[in-house]
């Protein structure tokens, strides 16, 4: 197997854990006989800083002709108040590329099952989740949208929108991850209140006509943020829009856990198993501590792990990236944001804990 693919390593810590992914990318290549050279590409403030704008056209060129795309995070206090923000070369991309389909699994790791926010027994009956969360719509894309003065009074506005065709296709990505997984899509809307939730709720219905084997439920994403926290084993997947999704797969993550260990996947036709897909940490740049080695590499190393799975057909591979994993975590070294209060092991940097991984691989 011979691929390309492009690094966006991006802001704050970005750099660091794209650092690590890279090394063990190096070691599965040889151990797994395969050819994935690399190509390193700007984004967010980085770009910023070296060209004036968020996606450089260079930037999404190499990435449109790479077979996958590894991003670490982009932002950061240094441009809130540039004219230009970094997170709009993030969503810029996902547009260009038309990665609409963004999965965000929330597991919780066995070893780190004491790290959750909720009770021991709360935890104990599994979490295992996927959100499905449309990318390239709702509030987040649709216009109008700006800012004006009215008679002297400030006015500021977005548009949520969505059409039937935009749901269609990330229900079917849903109902499909589903079918593989245990069997049922909880959809995720505000249909008490929202025209679009009403749409994006019959869409949903339909659409599940073609999946028997899957169960559907519907929740309303206020109950639904409530739910996570009382009962997350409830849910196996759940699928939402973009704004709903940015913050239950937040959510969903942190009762997991373990921010600093997913990774995502996003895909522009993940149904049907091709297209380009762009694959991230699910954490931030978390700027307070870049550049410090204290980050933790292996949301950006599972997030490898997930290109060479879902891109790149090599389960075998893939499996022994996530097996190195976590045999780190079961040898008794962490980066310190998984280190809970009685840890009485070492605590490790992201350049070592890169190391410890791809010595396992
Ligand atoms: C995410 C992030 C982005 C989003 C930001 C950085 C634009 O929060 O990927 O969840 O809102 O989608
Ligand atoms: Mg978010």
């Not at 006989?33 to 984004?43: K, P």
């Not at 989740?129 to 109008?144: A, H, K, N, S, W």
């Not at 949301?299 to 057909?313: I, K, P, Q, T």
Request: net charge negative; proline share 5%.
């Amino acid at each position: 197997m011979k691929k390309h693919i492009v690094l966006l390593p991006g802001d704050g810590i970005g750099p660091e854990v794209i650092a690590q992914a890279r090394k063990v990318l190096r070691v599965v290549e040889k151990k797994f006989g395969l050819s994935v050279d690399t190509e390193d590409a700007l984004i967010g403030g980085a770009a910023i800083d070296a060209t004036g704008e968020p996606l450089p056209p260079a930037t999404l060129e190499a990435c449109k002709k790479a077979d996958a795309v590894i991003l670490g995070a982009v932002g950061g206090p240094k441009w809130d108040k540039a004219p230009k923000r970094p997170e709009a070369g993030l969503l810029g991309i996902r547009k260009a590329l038309n990665l609409f389909a963004n999965l965000r699994p929330a597991v919780v790791f066995p070893e780190l099952a004491e790290l959750s926010a909720l009770k021991k027994k709360t935890v104990e009956r599994g979490i295992d989740i996927l959100v499905v969360r449309e990318l390239t719509g709702d509030v987040y894309f649709g216009q109008p949208a700006g800012e004006e003065t009215k008679d002297g009074i400030r006015h500021a506005f977005n548009t949520m929108s969505y059409n039937e065709e935009e749901v269609r296709r990330i229900a079917r990505v849903a109902f499909s991850a589903a079918s593989s997984r245990r069997g049922r899509v909880c959809s995720v809307d505000k249909s008490n209140v929202l025209h679009v939730s009403r749409l994006w709720r019959s869409v949903v219905e339909e659409t599940h006509r073609d999946y028997p084997d899957v169960a559907l439920s519907h929740m309303y994403v206020d109950n639904c943020a409530m739910q996570l926290v009382l009962n997350p084993s409830q849910f196996d997947v759940i699928l939402t829009g973009n704004l709903f999704g940015d913050i239950l797969s937040d959510e969903a993550a942190a009762i997991a856990g373990s921010l600093g260990m997913l990774p995502s996947a996003s895909l522009s036709d993940a149904a049907k198993g091709g297209g380009i897909g762009l694959f991230e940490p699910v954490h931030g740049s978390a700027p307070d501590i870049a550049g410090q080695d204290r980050a933790n590499p292996i949301a950006a190393v599972l997030s490898l792990s997930m290109m060479l799975r879902m891109s790149f057909g090599q389960e075998e591979a893939a499996t022994a990236v996530e097996n190195a994993v976590h045999a780190v975590l079961r040898a008794g070294v962490r980066t310190a944001d998984i280190t809970g209060p009685d840890w009485k092991g070492e605590i490790a940097g992201c350049a070592k804990t890169g190391d410890l991984i791809a010595e396992r691989i």
